[in-house]
């Protein structure tokens, strides 16, 4: 057992997480979380990263935002800095940098 934190806020969200599966999204909007040793992603992240053929990254449209797996949140560490670093790597923006979100937004 192990505690699972929210990579988001760094918020504690269960004591004694199992590592079984898990569908959750925090208050804060993250869909990523931590345990002392361990990411867990969203299964959609992994379905993601499961879709890449000869080492192509996905189509960037089809990349959900970075604000999708970390939320909305001032909160910063190392962790949350690695992950997000490593989803612009793999092609992920942040939802104000997507043009197509301007344009909705825009529109209202």
């Given at each position: 057992?192990?505690?699972?934190?929210?990579?988001?806020?760094?918020?504690?969200?269960?004591?004694?997480?199992?590592?079984?599966?898990?569908?959750?999204?925090?208050?804060?909007?993250?869909t990523v979380f931590r345990t002392e040793i361990h990411m867990v992603f969203p299964a959609s992240f992994i379905r993601l990263m499961a879709d890449f053929k000869d080492g192509k990254l996905p189509v960037k449209d089809k990349m959900p935002h970075i604000d999708y797996y970390v939320g909305?949140?001032?909160?910063?560490?190392?962790?949350?800095?690695?992950?997000?670093?490593?989803?612009?790597?793999?092609?992920?923006?942040w939802m104000k940098e997507c043009e197509s979100c301007k344009v909705k937004v825009g529109a209202r």
């Open positions: 057992m192990s505690k699972l934190i929210c990579v988001g806020c760094g918020q504690e969200i269960m004591h004694d997480w199992d590592g079984s599966a898990l569908c959750y999204t925090h208050s804060c909007g993250a909305k949140s001032d909160y910063t560490d190392k962790t949350k800095e690695t992950v997000v670093r490593f989803l612009q790597d793999i092609g992920c923006i």
